[in-house]
């Protein structure tokens, strides 16, 4: 089925969302505020009312006697505010048009992971939540089919996470408990220690990738600035060498990093060679392979399926190897969408 692009106007709409995003991002308070002023003894001081977690309520805070200073960080708290009210309004009109929000739990964990740093340390969204994203940076609709899943995988390059002088607040655990309590850690099987993965009841999972460094390793490695440990994989860091920031609709949306979407289609089709021929892992070949022929088919329509053609160009260097796996990948794509990034085309 040919791709649909989106109407002008959401493509637009969507752009505006992303640099409101940017703005709330640069903020020092988070969107929902609520600012006032007290008379006490005859000086003026100012409080803050901040969201907090789903589950929990908004508390006041103290912030200071008014000075100048105190007033200009306020009133981009309250500028802010307002944009949060004008976000509210393009995700409505986005969601009508067919651009895919995550599921709640979604929404939340990702809401919070960016609220405690995750993002703004480079961390990078990666895995089918993603893959969503795409629809409103291409401006095209996405099949149902390649959009559903039921877990939110993060990666940060480990050179990244040692080179940082910076962490999220608190523990990874303890960020994932304000969204559900009942998260916990899944040891690791190699190491018992080790936890790159936290699960709740019901069967959703969190994973935290990183890059694999020398020989193929399946220990688990630290990553200081987003403090849990995470499983090295490799091919991972062709994935994260280019990314780009991303709107996610959840209620305000969230400013997220996910990889450009022509590395997200390379890898796909690298990947998709690694998966066993039978049951869940065949589906998920099957998966990827349909994500990164939706990719290539969009980046088609966008005219950017030089961008496409230039990764795989890059990933083919890498080796023997990888030129092999390019080629059984590429081989189960559909064969006017492999047609169409055939060399001389």
Request: glycine letters at 8%; hydrophobic letters at 40%.
């Amino acid at each position: 089925m040919p791709i649909q692009e989106l109407p002008l106007v959401i493509q637009t709409s969507y752009a505006e969302l992303v640099d409101l995003l940017r703005v709330q991002s640069a903020s020092d308070f988070p969107a929902g505020s609520t600012f006032r002023k007290r008379e006490i003894s005859g000086k003026t001081y100012w409080y803050v009312q901040e969201p907090t977690g789903p589950n929990g309520r908004p508390a006041e805070r103290y912030l200071g006697p008014d000075t100048d200073a105190l007033a200009a960080a306020i009133e981009k708290g309250q500028a802010a505010k307002a944009d949060a009210d004008a976000r509210k309004a393009i995700i409505r009109s986005l969601k009508g048009a067919g651009i895919p929000e995550p599921d709640p739990l979604t929404a939340a964990v990702i809401e919070t992971l960016a609220d405690a740093g995750v993002f703004r340390l480079r961390g990078v969204l990666v895995g089918t939540v993603a893959f969503q994203t795409y629809a409103g940076l291409l401006g095209v609709k996405l099949p149902g089919a390649s959009i559903r899943t039921g877990d939110v995988d993060i990666a940060q390059d480990y050179g990244v996470a040692v080179a940082i002088d910076d962490s999220i607040d608190g523990s990874f655990l303890e960020i994932l408990k304000q969204v559900d309590k009942r998260f916990a850690p899944v040891p690791h099987i190699s190491s018992p220690t080790a936890a790159t993965t936290y699960a709740r009841p019901g069967g959703y999972r969190v994973d935290v990738l990183t890059t694999n460094r020398g020989k193929d390793r399946d220990a688990p490695v630290r990553l200081p600035s987003l403090k849990t440990d995470a499983v090295p994989l490799r091919f991972m860091d062709f994935l994260l060498k280019e990314t780009v920031q991303a709107a996610m609709l959840s209620k305000t949306g969230v400013l997220v990093n996910v990889p450009t979407p022509e590395r997200y289609a390379v890898h796909k089709i690298v990947v998709a060679t690694m998966r066993h021929s039978s049951g869940e892992s065949a589906a998920k070949a099957d998966k990827d392979i349909a994500q990164a022929a939706t990719l290539i088919e969009a980046l088609s329509a966008k005219r950017h399926l030089d961008d496409f053609k230039s990764a795989l160009a890059e990933a083919k260097k890498r080796g023997a190897g990888w030129r092999e796996r390019i080629k059984v990948g590429m081989s189960r794509l559909p064969d006017d969408t492999r047609e169409s990034v055939s060399p001389g085309k």
